[in-house]
């Protein structure tokens, strides 16, 4: 627990919320760090990394923490079991091209990006699918786009990456100084970083709610163990929870309303699509602090992705 000074000589109490969180949430939980403070009387410690390496460090090693925020709903059921038993749905996003600084060919990639990235000179990088949901879901992008043309392109494109990063934060200074040409990253990194990108076919891009893009199917290792499990495409979802234990769990709770309903707009401005209602998945008795503000959708099941 902190001091913090309020003005006028008065000192005031605030308290650690400790979040771990996919890179992709970086620059909304930083924006929000300050009026957090201020209004919640809550000090953020955060820390960063891939969706599946967040849930390693709660189910796998036994860290601890108040809320936890990934890029994909499905690992709460698939990688959190006896950690969380529930789940909060919040926002949308998709999968694009995502432009460096130096990257050839722009105005022809923006036509036929298949062509452009297989050509010799092109330089392209990826994250890990073992380690974040970009990795896998560009890998799924690319066997969808397969499905439209040209063929092989999965393995080609696989074959090509001179780079395979840990997580997608890795990937905006490869491209910003020119090292790599082109990468497939979510709008909203590309959008809260400035960077140019490319969209990519509806049919492709995991972006519409309502389309289906199941035909596409990867295979992935639990993190710290040999076992698999398979990832079919799915439109792309952001989640949080609070795990079952957690220390903070009642200020966890005023932070996700204090985000969720107060300061949407910084989801907006970094380029997520907030959902009008966040869906939440999981025991009702565990809906309350967010009963007002949700839709409620339903049990937690294993392995669901939707």
């Not at 393995?155 to 840990?166: I, R």
């Not at 079952?244 to 107060?262: I, P, T």
Request: contains cysteine; proline residues 5%; glycine residues 10%.
């Amino acid at each position: 627990m902190l001091l913090a000074g309020c003005g006028d000589g008065d000192r005031a109490e605030v308290e650690d919320l400790t979040v771990f969180h996919a890179s992709g949430l970086t620059p909304v939980l930083e924006a929000a760090r300050r009026d957090c403070r201020r209004e919640l009387g809550l000090n953020l410690r955060t820390e960063a990394s891939g969706s599946q390496v967040v849930c390693h460090k709660l189910s796998g090693l036994g860290r601890k923490a108040d809320l936890v925020m990934l890029a994909d709903a499905k690992l709460v059921s698939e990688l959190l079991g006896g950690v969380c038993s529930w789940r909060l749905d919040f926002a949308n996003d998709e999968v694009v091209l995502a432009v460096g600084k130096l990257a050839p060919r722009i105005a022809e990639a923006e036509r036929d990006w298949p062509r452009v990235l297989l050509d010799a000179g092109t330089r392209i990088a990826r994250v890990d699918e073992n380690q974040g949901p970009i990795g896998y879901r560009t890998l799924l992008a690319w066997k969808l786009q397969e499905r439209i043309g040209p063929a092989g392109l999965h393995d080609a494109l696989e074959k090509k990456c001179v780079k395979v990063v840990d997580h997608v934060s890795r990937l905006t200074p490869l491209l910003k100084t020119g090292e790599i040409d082109y990468a497939f990253a979510y709008r909203s990194i590309c959008i809260a970083h400035d960077m140019r990108y490319i969209r990519l076919d509806e049919r492709v891009n995991l972006g519409s709610p309502d389309a289906d893009y199941s035909g596409a199917e990867v295979s992935l290792a639990k993190p710290g163990s040999s076992a698999a499990f398979s990832v079919k495409g799915a439109p792309i979802t952001w989640t949080l929870s609070i795990p079952d234990r957690a220390a903070g769990a009642a200020n966890a709770a005023r932070f996700v309303r204090w985000l969720l309903e107060k300061h949407g707009t910084l989801l907006k401005r970094n380029g997520f699509r907030p959902l009008a209602r966040p869906r939440f998945y999981g025991p009702a008795g565990a809906a309350g602090p967010f009963a007002d503000f949700i839709t409620t959708a339903g049990a937690l099941q294993p392995g669901e992705s939707r």
